[in-house]
């Protein structure tokens, strides 16, 4: 028989992961849609690099390949995406090590809780772990959260023409990191079955209490 322990994350590496992070797939595509259709007309400028009208966001969204890049979520109680990560692998050139480029986006109502952090982390630990040797981040120089965000982590920044381009050496891949990111993993997808399960069981609820309330 499994023992129960041996299933979930060790305390101290949930210790560690306090903003549980989960990696997404095809069948999340609406809920990133409406995650970037939230954003203020300022944050868009700022995650896209310029003004985005819905219907660019929409054709972004639709574009993502979950099968070459990597996308990353932190959600709220009610499935909500409160913060969201894209890990796009940058293509490899001729006797040039392997590249990605990190974005992120945080709604304005999860600021300051350690979601940003925690969505850079877990990219730069899958990036180790899928041989990415350089890990870039470009925005517009005026991002101040994102450049904290990058310095925080020791990014190392440069300025050009308005823009900013931050990168971050990555050391190789280690069993500490594989071990780390499949506590990830699984701390992620527990956090949303979790959630999951309290919001289906409140529906029921609201559900039962309802039709006993039609039938006074």
């Known amino acids: 028989m499994h023992n129960k322990s041996s299933q979930m994350p060790s305390a101290s590496n949930v210790s560690r992961l306090a903003v549980p992070v989960r990696e ?3 069948g999340h595509r609406e809920a990133i849609l409406e995650h970037f259709l939230q954003l203020e007309d300022e944050d868009r400028r700022l ?3 310029t003004q985005t009208p819905n219907e660019v966001i929409e054709h972004y969204v639709g574009s993502l390949d979950f099968n070459k890049d990597a996308i990353f979520a932190v959600f709220d109680e009610d499935l909500k995406i409160i913060g969201l990560a894209h890990l796009a692998y940058l293509p490899k050139q001729e006797k040039q090590h392997r590249a990605a480029e990190f974005g992120v986006s945080v709604l304005e109502s999860a600021r300051h809780q350690g979601v940003g952090s925690a969505l850079l982390e877990r990219a730069a630990v899958h990036s180790r772990n899928t041989l990415v040797e350089t890990l870039y981040v470009h925005c517009l120089a005026n991002n101040a ?3 904290r965000l990058a310095q925080k982590v020791g990014m190392r920044v440069e300025f050009a023409y308005g823009d900013a381009d931050a990168y971050l050496k990555l ?7 594989l071990v780390k990111e499949a ?3 699984q701390w ?14 409140s529906a029921a609820w609201c559900w039962f209490l309802g039709r006993k309330t039609a039938a006074l």
């Open 188 to 201: 992620g997808d527990f956090d949303y079955a979790l959630k999951s399960n309290l919001k289906n069981s």
């Open 183 to 185: 506590a990830n993993k």
């Open 171 to 177: 050391e190789p891949a280690t069993p500490a990191t």
């Open 47 to 49: 995650r896209f690099g």
């Open 145 to 147: 959260s994102m450049m």
């Open 24 to 26: 997404l797939h095809a």
